[in-house]
């Protein structure tokens, strides 16, 4: 199986299903509808009345690439339902809303969406089977509806651009992009999910063990101990001491003959010890010497950390036999791994410097990709929506998105509501398909005033993720890392997000 962005299986097995399901239901009623029976009833679900082709879509103005399709699109003209070529994509990027924008997009009436990522521009093997196997991956669509495919990793795909061109010069894109550090962290939780979906031991998490920083912040805790109710002052001297060159030795016998506890032996846990002290530290130091000349300050924040691992240390002297994940600040993509293959995995460097070869660091570069995108398309076939906004209020970027493509303004600010259990919008007057793993049901009692009326549910748990909490001076280093970048992003697209850059 293809496994998507989602983690769904795109192709095949019970998403392919699912799809089917929904397929039957939809072709019932566009056959209702092309029957002339389209007078469902007021009661009926949205999906019914959604599903009805829309004559005063058609009336409008060709939209870009209407009469366009090349020419496997053989239904493009007619008014037959059928299995069209997408006109619409949502082009990524991942982690940046591309989902919720999907399920949202999918309330108005004249819009028919893939409800799995079809990964036809990006996977060789899939665009090898050529547009009639894409074609027949699309859901049933009348004449006025467009087709929309989302596939986040569409963007960051070199050859992506000039497929898409090939297919349709007309299609119209949708990227989908949030505060590039924002986004990071959505995607390293994401691929810790992944990794633990799949029963991967996480190599992070045994080379740069939690509790190796636990006995690193507990030599600082022990010996600071006197000053545990405010800030932890530490002067330049006893840095020197806390901030080994990773190669050196030295640091982790100290650590080990020092430190309250002694780790068990292991070259693994040795090297990763000093690296990782010296990322967590070095950082903190860079920051707070340029603030204070010479006296760093450890916030109260890493202060209660200290002292949780303090007395964690002291209840369980195996520090190393503990693989409970623990409450403290996650620094796992922030170190360095200590084999060099495996570089790539982490964010930051042992010099405290960003690392670009990060591939989730890499995807938050939003400059990079789009000078790609816009050497195949006019910038006018592009609409960028805010995913920051998206998530606080959906309903005016969806009327942008309508505005962008020519659609009447169907979806409704009413069709959203907070939902304080999800801690984000969730969206009621939807279609009744429970199959798409993406989305749950909300229940009743949780939305009363809304159950009467309509269908709602909610994007699914793997929306809305914890992310990993991360220290300030981290945050600040990447913010500042991807300023540069974010104003060139702004520039090439004429729209300022005002992400922040401290
Ligand atoms: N209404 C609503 N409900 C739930 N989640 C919402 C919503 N609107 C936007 N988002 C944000 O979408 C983020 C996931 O982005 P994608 O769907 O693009 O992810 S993926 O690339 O397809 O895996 C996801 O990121 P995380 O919060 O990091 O999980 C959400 O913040």
């Known amino acids: 199986h293809q496994l998507s962005q989602d983690g769904k299986a795109a192709i095949g097995g019970a998403t392919n299903e699912a799809i089917e399901r929904r397929q039957r239901h939809s072709h019932r009623y566009l056959l209702m509808a092309a029957a002339g029976s389209g007078s469902v009833p007021a009661a009926a679900s949205a999906i019914e009345s959604k599903q009805q082709p829309s004559p005063t879509a058609k009336e409008t103005a060709p939209r870009n690439g209407e009469d366009n399709n090349n ?14 070529l997408p006109r619409l994509l949502i082009i990524g990027v991942r982690k940046g809303g591309t989902r919720a924008l999907l399920e949202m997009l999918n309330l108005h009436r004249d819009i028919a969406m893939v409800p799995v990522e079809v990964h036809f521009f990006d996977k060789f093997d899939n665009y090898q089977r050529g547009l009639d196997w894409y074609r027949s991956q699309m859901p049933l669509s009348s004449d006025a509806q467009l087709t929309v495919e989302k596939s986040p990793s569409y963007y960051v795909t070199p050859e992506v651009p000039e497929r898409v061109y090939a297919m349709n010069p007309h299609v119209q894109l949708v990227l989908i992009v949030r505060d590039p550090v924002t986004r990071l962290l959505s995607d390293f939780a994401q691929i810790e999910a992944s990794r633990a979906a799949q029963n991967l031991p996480n190599r992070r998490f045994q080379l740069l063990d939690y509790d190796i920083q636990e006995v690193v912040v507990a030599v600082v805790v022990k010996q600071k101990k006197t000053s545990l109710a405010g800030t932890v002052t530490i002067d330049k001297r006893e840095l020197h001491i806390y901030r080994p060159c ?19 032996k292991g070259a693994g846990c040795a090297r990763s010890s000093s690296t990782l002290m010296k990322v967590c530290l070095s950082l903190s130091v860079h920051t707070h010497l340029k603030r204070t000349g010479g006296i760093v300050e450890m916030s109260q924040e890493s202060l209660s950390i200290s002292q ?29 791994q200590t084999q ?19 591939r989730a660091l890499h995807v938050s570069l939003y400059a990079k990709f789009l000078s790609r995108w816009l050497h195949v398309f006019p910038r006018r076939q592009l609409h960028i929506v805010d995913g920051d906004r998206l998530i606080r209020d959906p309903w005016p970027e ?3 998105v309508e505005r962008f493509l020519g659609l009447e303004h169907l979806i409704r600010r009413d069709q959203f509501y907070f939902n304080a259990t999800k801690g984000f919008y969730c969206l009621t007057g939807t279609p009744t398909d429970v199959s798409n793993d993406n989305v749950t049901l909300a229940t009743a009692d949780e939305n009363s005033h809304h159950s009467h009326h309509y269908h709602h549910k909610c994007l699914a748990g793997s929306k809305g993720r914890r992310h990993p909490q991360v220290p300030d001076e981290v945050i600040s280093v990447l913010r500042q890392f991807f300023a540069p970048h974010n104003r060139k992003f702004f520039a090439m697209v004429g729209q300022d997000f005002d992400w922040p850059e401290q």
């Open 71 to 84: 020419n496997n699109n053989q239904s493009s003209t007619s008014d037959a339902v059928d299995r069209r």
């Open 246 to 264: 990773p190669t050196s030795p030295s640091a982790f016998e100290f650590l080990t003959k020092q430190g309250p506890t002694t780790p068990k």
């Open 308 to 336: 949780e691992s303090d007395s964690r240390v002291r209840q369980q002297p195996s520090v190393h036999t503990d693989r409970a994940k623990p409450r403290g600040i996650d620094r796992s993509h922030f170190a360095v």
């Open 340 to 358: 060099p293959s495996k570089t790539h995995d982490v964010a930051l460097l042992p010099n405290g410097e960003v690392n670009t070869q990060n």
């Open 398 to 400: 969806l009327q942008k």
